[in-house]
């Protein structure tokens, strides 16, 4: 062999022999420097234990068995997030990116039973801390798929064992995912898609209810949501044992809501939430209010107002409501039963909930049967950009026999009414300050009767008195027998929209029977 060939073979053995060398140490190290940042680099914010690990420097693959993170907060030194699992697995790891762009790029991040308890007042965040960004280290984490396999959520309140959110299974898949660590308080992350599995969701809304569901899946580009339902945590008694102002007692049951192809977005550096379609099936509503209790005189805003004063952007293009229920029942005197009006077969279309600058406006059509006999339609519209709150309403009613109005007119109003409200229609406009519109009637024999005092006796008296002054559906009619009124009301500010709805038909309905009944 000559002498060119064995300097060329001896080359390539060194050469060979610094590559493996090279290759074991830099592993060795990569695995130590590991262990270290995960165990010792920040042992008062974060700790990291775990039984073994399993490192690939080729593949850029990691393992963590029965990993346990504990979060503590730097200024009053208490754990706030705990988070235990079987397996956390990194696949994929970018080292070009992780040393030149102080980015952290994963191909593959799963995370296997993870069970996650987070303390949020054990945190305390300042607003400089808010606005720190950070100078140096990661500013980025992309993954391109992740997995949560089997989740576990507990978020606790400033309470011994209350829970604000509890999640007791979960699967999440999502792909694209991008983390901006600099501006995580206000884009957390971007995704090009997800899919999520949760069952047993509890959320605690409030000191008064929570809302509970039962399950949501990910089926195709929809996610379902099933039995859906706001819970009072008090009856009736006892919630009114527990308030200084008057708070309606509420529950509500869906037993199924489908989100068509939701997004979520960021816009500059706001939240944005996106879907073609939402239907929600037979939902159930039971409002009750005690009459009793003094009043709450906050300022309620119109609903343009709440839309457009949301801290995130909403683009729902139609909402269907489909086979709905809804009551009201009212507490006015504590010795009478609480008044109720209801509303069955409930039917809605609602066009445009959205906040953004080039929003259209919000069209709802609503088709019920009041008292669960009586066609109700209501149609209301609202432009979300219009600083006054303007709002357009109309609707009309057919065939009400007026006795089943008496379950909620005898204990509220005193009264109780004869007769027929064969048709009645309405149209008004206005804004948050006042309203005008006209209402036209056709009816047979309608009357109120007075009620005496604590008895069930008609008050003949007042009741020949007021009915003095109602007209006679038969008189001063148009030739289709209709009678005429005008609306006019002022908007109560601590009153909601319902309220002003309410005014509203009660001053056309006032106008039509006491007035003369011709069309201005």
Known sequence: MSSKNNKRITLIVLIGSFLIVGFFITQWWVKNYIKDFLSDKTPSLFTVEYSDLDFSLLQGNIVLYHPSVKIKDSVISKNHTYLQLEKIQLKGIGYWNLLFNNTVSLSNLTLTNPKINHYPYHRIVSEKDKKKQPEKGIKT???????????????????????????????????????????????????????????????????????????????????????????????????????????????????????????????????????????????????????????????????????????????????????????????????????KIFFKNVNAIVANICNLKDAKKTEIKIHSKFMGEAPLELNWSFDVNNQADALYVSGSIMNLPAPILNPFFKPNLNVITEGTLQQMYFTFSGDNIKSSGTMKMKYEDFKFNILRKKTSKINKFLTAIGNIFIKDGDKNTNPQGFRYGTIEAERDPTKSFFNYLWINVKSGVISTLTGDGKKE
């Open 141 to 339: 984490i992309t993954i391109n798929d992740l997995n949560i396999i089997n989740g576990d959520l507990s978020v606790m309140k400033n309470k011994t064992d209350s829970i604000s959110v509890s999640v007791s299974s979960y699967d999440l898949k999502a792909s694209g995912l991008k983390l901006n660590l600099q501006t995580l308080a206000t884009v957390p992350f971007v995704y090009t898609r997800f899919y999520v599995k949760a069952k047993n969701i509890v959320l605690n809304h409030s000191d008064y209810e929570s809302f509970k569901i039962d399950s949501i899946n990910s089926i195709k580009n929809n996610v379902v949501i099933k039995n859906l339902q706001l819970i009072p945590k008090y009856t009736k008694q006892e919630l009114s044992k527990h308030l200084k102002k008057e708070r309606d007692h509420m529950q509500l049951k869906i037993p199924e809501i489908v989100i068509n192809e939701p997004d979520i977005n960021y816009a500059g550096n706001r939240l944005g939430i996106t879907t073609k379609l939402v239907e929600i099936t037979e939902p159930n509503l039971e409002i009750y209010r005690d009459k009793l209790i003094a009043d709450d005189l906050t300022v309620k805003p119109l609903y343009s107002k709440s839309l457009r004063k949301l801290g995130f952007n909403l683009d729902i293009r139609q909402t269907k409501i489909k086979n709905g229920y809804i009551s009201y029942a009212e507490l006015v005197e504590a010795d009478k039963n609480a008044g």
